[in-house]
């Protein structure tokens, strides 16, 4: 297989260690900027180094950054993929070392591609609006302690949730500056909101979550986003369909989009509601406007002179 071509060094990544694994021996390290500069430094020693890694919600990136720039090629691959393969293996034993070992035989085992570094502005948008998500969910709990708490505190509450808005405003305002800067963001921001449906947050987390649009195929993108449906079913049995996976962050914005654009949209809107009138159940015919409206996002990315259900019309 052409993947045992590579010099695999597998690298399972917590928050302070890393484990890693190559065919030689198996060794440890800090998670931390001087022992991983060190450990970049042994792989550019080596000839065609590839360094696999999972996405741990974020321990992972100072590594994989580092990696991008010494141009070392690195794939991050999703947790999920790699804990179902190893219970396709008989591996139900979970360690950091065992860990490990399930990665690099993935990385044997499986065509995988390197992981591209994101662009700089990229990260920075998607680190805003993570904690726009963030400070809002903070707001919320804020709001609804002003309802469950006693009078005499209600003003430090209430002081609070005045802090909070200051910074989601501040934080906004940093992202349309970032947006407006970038010649590609600012033209991809122009283009989504014209679309029905579609307002400024839900275009800054297309922007800062799926850098892949207009990039890949229609139904790989959709696989990224979530919104494929899977089958399930044996025999004579047909289980319903259903989603997992895919860019969370990214779908509870189209979901709000999709509720806007089954009102509004002209395309999206006669779509709903043919579904509803089939007794679709309301989720799935969310998640069909959904799909729908990604699929369109992604062709008028390829092709911005497409035309279909803009607020212009």
Known sequence: M??????????????DELDLLDDRRGWKGRNESGAINRLVAGFKKRSDVWVICEATGGYEREFVAALHAAQIKVC???PNR????????????????IDAAMILKFAKNKNLRPTQPPPKEQVEVAALMDRRTQLNDFL???K???????????????????????QIETVEKQIRAIVESTQTMRERHKLFCSVSGIGEV??????????????LKRSEVV?????????????????????QGGRAKLRSSLYMAAKTAARFNPVIKPYVQRLLEKEKPYNCVMVAAMRKLIIHLHCLTKNPQLILASKTQ
């Not at 052409?2 to 928050?15: F, L």
């Not at 790699?82 to 070392?97: C, P, Y």
């Open 140 to 142: 919320t709990q804020e």
């Open 202 to 215: 839900t275009s800054w987390s297309l922007i800062a979550y799926l850098d892949e649009l207009g990039k």
């Open 144 to 166: 609804n302690r002003v309802q469950n708490s006693p009078s005499a505190i209600h003003g430090l509450i209430k002081k609070m949730i005045r802090t909070i808005e200051r």
């Open 223 to 243: 696989a990224l986003v979530g919104l494929a449906p899977f089958n399930r079913d044996s025999g004579k049995k047909k289980g319903k369909r259903y989603i």
């Open 76 to 78: 991050v691959v999703s």
């Open 2 to 15: 052409e993947n045992q071509k590579h010099n695999w060094v597998a690298v399972d990544i917590a928050k």
């Open 82 to 97: 790699v804990r179902a393969f190893a219970r396709s293996e008989g591996v139900l034993a979970k360690t950091d070392k």
